[in-house]
């Protein structure tokens, strides 16, 4: 029998805001039963810390380099082998319910034309050009859509508000429970819990198990959430006390330390992605802080029904259930808020969990585990080969693969890390960030110790070591002492880097 396939995705969320993970305040009670049930993954990381880029790898299999879809505006292109694809192909029942960011979202230059190549766009929805996602996409059959986040959500959720006597006016934070305080982009959500599009994406999911019948399904459940504006409605949104909630690590010397983009982030010079980080007081960061945890303890709470839907269905033993983001969020972390070109742990250390039948449960495996592992292990354990597996046993007149073998993709199956806290099955994971808004092509690798980070052009880069300097307050890459270490790691980059060319998609043996 084919196991079921439940992937929790969210949005913006770190590694360190689980219970599991060893964070003392956030309550996330479902998704700790769920890592006592299966895999917590401490050191799984993004491939690029970028909404669109990191999806795009997680359906793919592939770097952003590879498939395309390098900073958010771009598509995934269509011509790629895509997870939910592969599964429909393989007699799943594919849906998504939630957040998919495959097609841009803002695209005001964009003639109206274009409206069914960019269904996701907030443009062509406002117009009312598009009142739904056309189906299949990207080999999803079913799909209940939700654009956006908090104050400007938009899809399909819209008229299921509508349709349930809500007004989508109470999304806003010029609906604020209270007065805004000034801290950026947080309030408390006017609107009820029961409306949220939390619940719509959890009830859609609950939907399609049931609706699945005796068919395997594929179900993508993405919420938007933790992603800013930090908006938990009640009782979320005053479940912590912004008084009570720690401040981020800091070391006084560290910026001057960093390559100069930083202080020129700090000061305003720079607004990567828009954000200011000028003028956000510590009392700012912690009520940041408090909403972001409203709103993981919110999404907790709905990933629970889902679970519970699941277990009642009779299908819960035979479902592999993971939880992933996309990206982290720096929290304040270092003085900066929210994502951009920055590599540090807070942006690309994600949470991860994965529970499957027939494998080790309460297992903690601190092994490296990337976002392009998803595809390669999912269809592993659900028998499916790579596309473009058999390439290589084609017959022709000429060897090869004879010196090093060939790889159609880079990433590499999770089934060993699932069945053994001690199993690796990389030793590094490398990560892309393409910044247009500064201009900054970022390259960085991640060890077992060590982050070096790159910034091709210049001759800055950073280079901390994980072991001794877990908050990454020490950047070594200007230390002489250290020098040998960087042009060792330096090397690692480019032989990773290049042992990660995939080939596929596999050309045809008479191109």
Not at 21 to 30: E, H, M
Not at 316 to 324: E, L, R, S
Request: hydrophobic residues 35%; charged residues 20%; contains cysteine.
């Amino acid at each position: 029998m084919k196991p079921n396939v439940l992937i929790f995705c969210v949005d913006e969320m770190r590694a360190d805001h689980l219970g599991c993970a060893g964070n003392a305040i956030v309550k996330t009670p479902n998704l700790d039963k769920l890592a006592a049930a299966g895999s917590f993954f401490p050191n799984a990381r993004c491939n690029n810390p970028i909404c669109m880029p990191a999806r795009a790898s997680m359906f793919t299999g592939l770097l952003p380099r590879d498939h395309g879809l390098r900073v958010n505006g771009q598509s995934l292109r269509t011509d790629l082998p895509v997870l939910p694809e592969i599964m429909a192909d393989n007699g799943y029942r594919t849906h998504s319910a939630g957040k998919l960011h495959l097609t841009p979202w803002i695209t005001p230059n964009q003639p109206d034309s274009m409206r069914e190549q960019l269904p996701e766009s907030k443009t062509f929805w406002d117009k009312n050009l598009v009142n739904g996602i056309p189906t299949p996409y990207y080999g999803f059959q079913t799909v209940d859509f939700v654009g956006g986040h908090t104050s400007y959500a938009w899809g399909d959720y819209i008229e299921w508000l509508k349709s349930n006597g809500g007004d989508p006016e109470l999304l806003r934070e010029n609906h604020a429970l209270e007065p805004l305080t000034g801290a950026p982009t947080c309030y408390k959500m006017a609107l009820p819990e029961e409306l949220h599009y939390n619940r719509y994406i959890a009830d859609s999911t609950i939907e399609h198990i049931a609706q699945a019948g005796d068919e395997p399904f594929f179900s993508w459940c993405s919420f938007p959430d933790p992603h800013s504006p930090c908006a938990p409605p009640q009782p979320y949104c005053d479940m912590y006390n912004p008084a009570a909630m720690p401040l981020p690590v800091t070391h006084n010397g560290e910026i001057k330390d960093l390559p100069p983009y930083y202080a020129q982030v700090l000061n305003g010079e720079l607004k990567p992605n828009g954000s200011d980080n000028t003028g956000i007081t510590p009392a700012h960061w912690q009520e940041i802080i408090a909403m972001t945890y409203g709103m993981i303890t919110h999404l907790d709470s709905e990933i629970g029904r889902v679970m519970t839907a699941l277990n009642s269905s009779g299908k819960a033993d035979n479902t592999i259930v993971i939880f992933i983001t996309d990206h982290g969020d720096m929290m304040g972390d270092h003085g900066l808020i929210w994502k951009s070109f920055y590599t540090f742990n807070g942006c690309t250390n994600i949470p991860l969990i994965i529970s499957a039948p027939g494998m080790a449960k309460n297992n903690i495996n601190r092994q490296l585990i990337s976002q392009i592992d998803l595809m390669p292990g999912i269809l592993d354990l659900c028998n499916i080969p790579l596309p473009g597996a058999d390439w290589a046993k084609f017959k022709t007149p000429f060897e090869r693969g004879s010196v090093s073998p060939l790889n159609n993709y880079p990433g590499r199956s999770f089934r060993p890390m699932l069945e053994n806290a001690d199993s690796r099955i990389r030793d590094s994971v490398i990560i892309e960030n393409d910044d247009p808004t500064t201009g900054l092509q970022v390259r960085a690798l991640i060890t077992d110790q060590y982050r070096l980070t790159v910034y091709p052009g210049t001759d800055h880069g950073e280079l901390f070591d994980l072991i001794k300097d877990p908050h990454e307050l020490y950047n070594l890459w200007y230390k002489e002492e250290f020098s040998d270490i960087r042009s060792e790691l330096i090397f690692q980059l480019l032989k990773d880097y290049s042992s990660d060319t995939p080939y596929f998609p596999v050309p045809d043996w008479n191109a």
